[in-house]
């Protein structure tokens, strides 16, 4: 299950663990304008652990899950 919300700012994703033998935190997912962070609670240290990836990092990861074990590099498209 998820959840899409749109602030001032950010948009916002929660992505909720369904039932299952091990329920996992909710994580959050923050995009914004020049970055996306995703956030999760780690009730071990009882702290919020965070990653904030740049947009190119965002668009390397989103190629990257279509593609086979492998070494890329993404180039503009020349016209």
């Known amino acids: 299950m998820f959840t899409i919300e749109h602030e001032f700012d ?8 369904e039932p299952s033998t091990h329920l996992q ?6 995009a914004f304008d020049d970055c996306v ?3 999760q609670y780690d009730p071990q240290h009882d702290r919020v652990a965070k990653l904030t990836f740049s947009m ?10 279509d593609l086979p ?10 016209t």
């Open 10 to 17: 950010a948009t916002v994703v929660t992505l909720v663990d």
């Open 56 to 65: 190119t990092q965002i668009r390397d990861l989103a190629a990257a899950l």
């Open 37 to 39: 962070t995703v956030e």
């Open 25 to 30: 935190e909710d994580v959050i997912i923050n």
């Open 69 to 78: 074990e492998g070494a890329y590099q993404l180039r503009p498209v020349e």
